[in-house]
Protein backbone atom coordinates (compact mmCIF):
# COMPACT_ATOMS: atom_id res chain seq x y z
CA UNK A 1 0.00 0.00 0.00
CA UNK A 2 1.28 3.36 -0.61
CA UNK A 3 2.28 5.41 2.12
CA UNK A 4 0.65 9.40 2.86
CA UNK A 5 1.34 10.89 -0.69
CA UNK A 6 2.49 15.46 -0.22
CA UNK A 7 2.29 17.73 -3.25
CA UNK A 8 4.39 19.32 -4.16
CA UNK A 9 7.39 18.16 -2.41
CA UNK A 10 9.37 21.99 -2.69
CA UNK A 11 7.52 25.16 -3.62
CA UNK A 12 9.12 29.08 -3.22
CA UNK A 13 6.20 31.76 -3.37
CA UNK A 14 6.54 35.34 -2.90
CA UNK A 15 5.21 37.11 -0.21
CA UNK A 16 1.36 38.09 -0.59
CA UNK A 17 0.63 34.74 -2.67
CA UNK A 18 -1.34 31.75 -1.81
CA UNK A 19 -0.45 28.41 -1.86
CA UNK A 20 -2.52 25.04 -1.87
CA UNK A 21 -0.60 22.07 -0.55
CA UNK A 22 -2.06 18.49 -1.22
CA UNK A 23 -2.54 15.37 0.76
CA UNK A 24 -3.07 11.95 0.25
CA UNK A 25 -3.83 9.66 3.02
CA UNK A 26 -2.95 5.59 3.34
CA UNK A 27 -6.11 3.71 1.83
CA UNK A 28 -8.32 2.83 4.79
CA UNK A 29 -7.49 5.94 7.04
CA UNK A 30 -10.33 8.77 7.39
CA UNK A 31 -8.46 11.48 9.46
CA UNK A 32 -6.26 13.96 8.06
CA UNK A 33 -3.96 16.38 10.26
CA UNK A 34 -1.90 19.09 9.29
CA UNK A 35 1.16 20.37 10.91
CA UNK A 36 3.63 23.13 10.39
CA UNK A 37 7.29 22.49 11.20
CA UNK A 38 9.83 24.73 11.59
CA UNK A 39 13.89 23.77 11.46
CA UNK A 40 14.81 22.11 14.40
CA UNK A 41 11.35 22.38 16.31
CA UNK A 42 8.51 19.84 16.58
CA UNK A 43 5.31 19.49 14.61
CA UNK A 44 2.83 22.25 15.27
CA UNK A 45 -0.94 21.58 14.80
CA UNK A 46 -3.08 23.35 12.28
CA UNK A 47 -6.00 21.22 11.28
CA UNK A 48 -7.41 17.98 11.55
CA UNK A 49 -10.02 16.65 9.70
CA UNK A 50 -12.13 13.22 9.85
CA UNK A 51 -14.76 12.46 7.65
CA UNK A 52 -14.87 15.91 5.62
CA UNK A 53 -15.41 17.88 8.79
CA UNK A 54 -12.75 19.67 10.51
CA UNK A 55 -12.31 18.24 14.08
CA UNK A 56 -9.62 20.52 15.68
CA UNK A 57 -7.89 23.70 14.74
CA UNK A 58 -4.49 24.74 16.04
CA UNK A 59 -3.21 28.27 16.87
CA UNK A 60 -3.27 29.51 13.37
CA UNK A 61 -4.54 32.83 11.62
CA UNK A 62 -7.33 32.68 9.23
CA UNK A 63 -5.31 32.85 6.69
CA UNK A 64 -5.01 29.16 7.25
CA UNK A 65 -7.88 26.87 6.06
CA UNK A 66 -8.29 23.61 4.19
CA UNK A 67 -10.57 20.66 3.53
CA UNK A 68 -11.24 16.96 2.75
CA UNK A 69 -12.56 15.33 0.11
CA UNK A 70 -14.90 12.62 -0.19
CA UNK A 71 -12.03 10.24 -0.74
CA UNK A 72 -10.56 11.63 2.16
CA UNK A 73 -7.59 13.39 0.44
CA UNK A 74 -7.30 17.05 1.85
CA UNK A 75 -5.78 20.40 0.91
CA UNK A 76 -3.85 22.94 3.03
CA UNK A 77 -4.64 26.72 1.71
CA UNK A 78 -3.11 29.91 2.87
CA UNK A 79 -3.18 32.62 1.86
CA UNK A 80 -1.27 36.15 1.86
CA UNK A 81 1.82 34.50 2.74
CA UNK A 82 4.16 36.11 4.96
CA UNK A 83 7.71 35.07 5.24
CA UNK A 84 7.58 33.28 8.90
CA UNK A 85 4.98 31.07 6.63
CA UNK A 86 8.37 29.25 5.72
CA UNK A 87 8.36 25.79 7.07
CA UNK A 88 8.39 22.12 6.33
CA UNK A 89 4.22 21.23 6.29
CA UNK A 90 3.60 17.69 7.25
CA UNK A 91 0.17 15.78 6.88
CA UNK A 92 -0.67 13.05 8.80
CA UNK A 93 -3.48 10.68 8.36
CA UNK A 94 -4.63 8.13 10.86
CA UNK A 95 -7.47 5.30 11.29
CA UNK A 96 -9.27 7.77 13.87
CA UNK A 97 -10.35 5.00 16.61
CA UNK A 98 -9.31 5.41 20.46
CA UNK A 99 -6.01 2.98 19.90
CA UNK A 100 -5.26 3.44 16.75
CA UNK A 101 -4.27 7.30 16.84
CA UNK A 102 -0.44 6.47 15.11
CA UNK A 103 -0.06 9.21 12.76
CA UNK A 104 1.54 8.11 9.70
CA UNK A 105 3.39 10.90 7.72
CA UNK A 106 3.71 12.17 4.58
CA UNK A 107 7.48 13.74 3.45
CA UNK A 108 6.23 17.04 3.89
CA UNK A 109 6.26 20.37 1.58
CA UNK A 110 8.88 22.49 2.21
CA UNK A 111 7.55 25.92 1.54
CA UNK A 112 9.73 29.20 0.91
CA UNK A 113 8.25 32.34 1.29
CA UNK A 114 10.66 35.16 -0.16
CA UNK B 1 2.10 25.97 27.28
CA UNK B 2 4.17 23.14 26.24
CA UNK B 3 1.55 19.74 27.47
CA UNK B 4 4.57 17.20 26.86
CA UNK B 5 7.90 18.08 27.81
CA UNK B 6 10.55 16.55 26.30
CA UNK B 7 14.58 16.90 27.52
CA UNK B 8 16.70 17.10 27.10
CA UNK B 9 16.19 19.43 23.96
CA UNK B 10 19.62 18.63 22.25
CA UNK B 11 22.11 15.67 23.14
CA UNK B 12 25.42 15.38 21.29
CA UNK B 13 27.26 11.45 22.08
CA UNK B 14 29.77 9.50 20.87
CA UNK B 15 28.88 6.26 19.21
CA UNK B 16 28.97 3.51 21.78
CA UNK B 17 27.89 5.49 24.74
CA UNK B 18 23.90 4.91 25.99
CA UNK B 19 21.51 7.78 26.29
CA UNK B 20 18.05 8.31 27.62
CA UNK B 21 15.46 10.95 26.79
CA UNK B 22 12.34 11.70 28.66
CA UNK B 23 9.02 12.45 27.73
CA UNK B 24 7.00 14.08 30.72
CA UNK B 25 3.62 15.92 31.34
CA UNK B 26 0.97 16.47 34.29
CA UNK B 27 -1.64 15.37 32.01
CA UNK B 28 -3.08 11.13 31.61
CA UNK B 29 -2.73 10.04 28.21
CA UNK B 30 -4.24 7.05 26.97
CA UNK B 31 -1.43 6.40 24.81
CA UNK B 32 1.95 8.05 23.99
CA UNK B 33 4.37 7.42 20.91
CA UNK B 34 7.66 8.00 19.94
CA UNK B 35 8.64 8.93 16.41
CA UNK B 36 11.89 9.45 14.85
CA UNK B 37 12.19 12.61 11.77
CA UNK B 38 16.19 12.47 9.68
CA UNK B 39 15.89 16.02 8.17
CA UNK B 40 13.68 17.15 5.59
CA UNK B 41 11.99 13.53 6.25
CA UNK B 42 8.38 13.12 7.79
CA UNK B 43 8.12 11.53 11.55
CA UNK B 44 7.94 7.79 11.52
CA UNK B 45 6.68 5.83 13.92
CA UNK B 46 8.49 3.87 16.22
CA UNK B 47 6.11 2.52 18.74
CA UNK B 48 2.78 3.12 20.59
CA UNK B 49 2.49 2.58 24.26
CA UNK B 50 -0.25 1.86 25.98
CA UNK B 51 -0.52 0.47 29.67
CA UNK B 52 0.99 1.99 32.75
CA UNK B 53 4.35 0.90 33.46
CA UNK B 54 4.68 -0.94 30.15
CA UNK B 55 8.01 -1.83 28.42
CA UNK B 56 8.78 -2.44 25.04
CA UNK B 57 12.21 -2.84 23.31
CA UNK B 58 13.49 -2.19 19.64
CA UNK B 59 16.75 -3.63 19.11
CA UNK B 60 18.60 -1.14 21.06
CA UNK B 61 15.85 1.29 22.11
CA UNK B 62 13.70 0.79 24.98
CA UNK B 63 10.88 2.59 25.63
CA UNK B 64 8.70 2.73 28.80
CA UNK B 65 5.38 4.11 29.70
CA UNK B 66 5.06 5.44 33.43
CA UNK B 67 2.89 3.83 35.71
CA UNK B 68 0.63 6.56 35.58
CA UNK B 69 0.60 6.85 32.45
CA UNK B 70 1.73 10.97 32.48
CA UNK B 71 5.75 10.02 31.45
CA UNK B 72 7.67 8.05 29.19
CA UNK B 73 11.48 7.43 28.52
CA UNK B 74 13.42 6.05 25.45
CA UNK B 75 16.58 4.47 26.41
CA UNK B 76 19.19 3.54 23.62
CA UNK B 77 21.99 0.78 24.53
CA UNK B 78 25.33 1.64 22.34
CA UNK B 79 24.33 3.92 20.32
CA UNK B 80 25.37 4.65 17.20
CA UNK B 81 25.29 7.45 14.33
CA UNK B 82 22.37 6.15 12.22
CA UNK B 83 20.39 6.60 15.50
CA UNK B 84 20.91 10.57 14.72
CA UNK B 85 17.56 12.47 14.28
CA UNK B 86 14.83 14.71 16.09
CA UNK B 87 13.19 12.11 18.65
CA UNK B 88 9.33 13.06 18.86
CA UNK B 89 6.85 11.79 21.81
CA UNK B 90 3.13 12.09 21.03
CA UNK B 91 0.49 11.76 23.49
CA UNK B 92 -3.43 10.83 22.98
CA UNK B 93 -6.15 11.31 25.47
CA UNK B 94 -9.49 9.63 25.85
CA UNK B 95 -11.34 13.15 26.13
CA UNK B 96 -10.38 13.65 22.31
CA UNK B 97 -9.08 12.19 19.38
CA UNK B 98 -5.92 14.55 18.56
CA UNK B 99 -2.22 13.70 18.88
CA UNK B 100 -0.54 16.31 21.86
CA UNK B 101 3.03 17.08 20.53
CA UNK B 102 6.28 17.22 22.40
CA UNK B 103 9.36 19.51 21.21
CA UNK B 104 11.67 17.36 20.36
CA UNK B 105 15.39 15.71 21.47
CA UNK B 106 17.69 16.59 18.79
CA UNK B 107 20.24 13.93 18.95
CA UNK B 108 23.64 13.52 17.61
CA UNK B 109 25.72 10.28 17.34
CA UNK B 110 29.59 11.23 17.09
CA UNK B 111 31.22 8.13 15.05
Known amino acids: DAGVTQSPTHLIKTRGQQVTLRCSPI?????VSWYQQVLGQGPQFIFQ???????GRGNFPDRFSARQFPNYSSELNVNALLLGDSALYLC?????????????FGQGTRLTVV | TQLLEQSPQFLSIQEGENLTVYCNSS?????LQWYRQEPGEGPVLLVT???GGEVKKLKRLTFQFGDARKDSSLHITAAQPGDTGLYLC???????????WGAGTKLIIKP
Open chain 2, 49 to 51: VVT
Open chain 1, 27 to 31: SGHKS
Open chain 2, 90 to 100: AGARDSNYQLI
Open chain 2, 27 to 31: SVFSS
Open chain 1, 49 to 55: YYEKEER
Open chain 1, 92 to 104: ASSRDSALSLEAF
